[in-house]
């Protein structure tokens, strides 16, 4: 049984499982796909173990991180708009053209690698409270990079338009080679769809059809609006829940329609304004992707940066599992539902990058393990 490779030097004999269809002789010439594009998309969906056990709930995670290009969800995102722009005869390969993007990180990241594969340049604008390995992740993909004081969306020195502003200038330029693009995460719309046309239909086949409640953060509203938009029509009793960092306006705008409650005002941090250890999710706006899928969200659950800690600390304890700041958000409100559903229940969630992206910051405030007192599930949910 099994199948018998033969290598320069020996053979070597697999067992049955470990050799797929896909790579079978028969197929193995016309199968194998070209270029980086073919590691997006198809993430593994596996059951957190530690928060299943300890919620009675099947507490399932995508592992969006693994996502090949740039190792996030925003891979599925830039690939979109790149194709997009390209059927739409805004952007030629190899003519000068320059993608320009506001971005946290992410999805600077995931844009700059597919550009070198595609023939274009990144210009990425980004502020400078953001961890560093993500600045310096995008320089070492040959992207450039403009990092920008923290401001609110009124300022034209913000990031977001920072970049449109880039992207005009070089188009009115006459004496620069080929054009300025603006990818436009928040407001381009092939961003939802990505999550419409590969998150959404990769849960709903993973999973059967069988689950409860659908959780995400939203930075752009992308990923939680497009696979609301999916999923909704065909799980009708699906529970679709935001997880909001603190000072997020996006909490206030699902549970009372404003994006900031006069109850809250005082308490609530701005995110242009107040260092905050999060990264990637919570907006004080409300954007077209999010808006999107808004209606379909049912509820939000707010998180606070010592759960998010918390979080990422028992994760690597009890499961080796090592995530980013956002992917620890998600998990606390992903646990926070599965408590409410009561056992028995099964809630979905993103995990959206590694934990490697964010020792600098994140996580050289989360500590270790070890350093803090929060072994058990009441002691992170309420810390
Ligand atoms: N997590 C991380 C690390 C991100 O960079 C982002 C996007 N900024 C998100 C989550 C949120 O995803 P979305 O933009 O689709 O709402």
Known sequence: AGVLLTLGFKDVRLKDNAVSARSSAATIDKDIPEGIEACIGGTPLFKIKSLSDATGCEILAKAEFLNGAGNSPKD???LNIIRTAEEEGLLTPNSGDVIYEGTVGSTGISLAALCRAKG???????????????????????????????????????????????????????????????????ENEANWQAHFEGTG???????GGFLDAFVAGAGTGGTIS??????????????VVLADPQGSGLF???????????KEREGTRRRHQVDT???????????????????????AIRVTDEQAMAMARWL????GIFIGSSSAVNCVATTKVARQLGPGHRVVTILCDSGTRHLSKFWSHAGHIGDATDTTLDQVLNA
């Open 76 to 78: 599925r995102v830039a």
């Open 120 to 186: 274009y340049l990144a210009h990425i604008c980004m502020p400078d409270d953001q961890a560093t390995e993500k600045s310096d992740l995008l320089l070492k993909l040959g992207a450039e990079v403009e990092r920008v004081r923290p401001a609110p969306i009124v300022d034209q020195n913000q990031f977001v338009n920072k970049a449109r502003n880039r992207a005009a200038e070089h188009t009115e330029n006459p004496s620069r080679p080929g054009r300025g693009i603006f990818a436009d995460q928040f």
């Open 201 to 207: 239909p990769e849960i709903l086949e993973q999973t």
């Open 226 to 239: 497009g696979v609301a938009l999916f999923l909704k029509p065909r799980l009708p009793n699906l529970k």
């Open 252 to 262: 206030n705008r699902i549970k009372y329609g404003v994006m900031f409650d006069p």
């Open 277 to 299: 250890i999060v990264e990637g999710i919570g907006i004080n706006r409300v954007t077209h992707n999010f808006e999107a899928g808004r209606e379909l969200i049912d509820d």
């Open 316 to 319: 690597v304890e009890k499961d």
